[in-house]
């Protein structure tokens, strides 16, 4: 079955302190994987997927298919980073359904 | 530019109630389109998605249908709303057509439900 599994409902952490958010899926083909990101107030949104490789805000996200996992870290977090993340799995490429994870929420304390 | 537009942003309906939400797609043609639930203390739930006119896939059996009248538009509904069909909803869409990998998808704002 596809699952993705996010272990913590809240993480805070203080301002400048390394972040990671777990993120461990469950998937018999070859995944692709998403960070959404929604911030107070704001729509859901694509923070950075495993096949682009990239860095957003500072944030960096490696697919560990031995673990399978996809942890989304930041070695310096900001205040302005607090918002609730999404892990997500896409299922299958033509119809692009996505698959959540339950949400990590981010309070970067002052 | 593409645009998703999702109403109503809040409501308040009484059990039994009949549904209606909408969602609509500006600046694309042949979107795929989605609607997800976020339910207190769980994730985001993928209930129906839609790869053109009248073709609706359902995830989830429910309390709820949904229709795609026309390329842009996506309608979530249902006939008598229980207690549980309170939740947070959005509305998505996705270039149509794509094989290819790095599938992004788009979200509205959200519609609120509560049942009382």
């Known amino acids: 079955a596809q699952r993705v599994t996010q272990p913590e409902k809240l993480l805070s952490v203080f301002k400048g302190a390394p972040v990671e958010l777990k993120c461990n899926y469950s998937y018999s083909g070859s995944p692709e994987l998403f960070w959404y990101v929604q911030y107070s107030r704001q729509r859901l949104q694509l923070l950075l997927r495993?096949?682009s490789r990239e860095s957003i805000k500072g944030f960096t996200a490696d697919l560990n298919k031995g673990e399978t996992s996809f942890h989304l870290k930041k070695p310096f977090a900001q205040e302005e980073d607090s918002a609730m993340y999404y892990c997500?799995?896409?299922?299958?490429?033509?119809?692009?359904?996505?698959?959540f994870g339950q949400g990590t929420t981010l309070q970067v304390k002052p | 530019s593409q645009t998703i537009h999702q109403w109503p942003a809040t409501l308040v309906q009484p059990v039994g109630s009949p549904l209606s939400l909408e969602c609509t797609v500006e600046?694309?043609?042949?979107?795929?389109l989605y609607w997800y639930r976020q339910a207190a203390g769980r994730g985001l739930q993928l209930l129906f998605y839609s790869v053109g006119i009248g073709q609706i896939s359902s995830e989830v059996p429910q309390n709820l249908s949904a229709s795609r009248p026309q390329d842009r538009q996506f309608i979530l509904s249902s006939k008598k709303l229980l207690l549980s069909d309170s939740g947070f909803y959005l509305c998505a869409w996705k270039a149509g057509g794509e094989l290819t990998t790095g599938n992004t998808i788009y979200f509205g704002e959200g519609s609120w439900l509560t049942v009382v």
């Open positions: 600046g694309t043609s042949n979107p795929n």
């Open positions: 495993h096949i």
């Open positions: 997500a799995l896409s299922a299958s490429s033509n119809t692009g359904k996505l698959i």
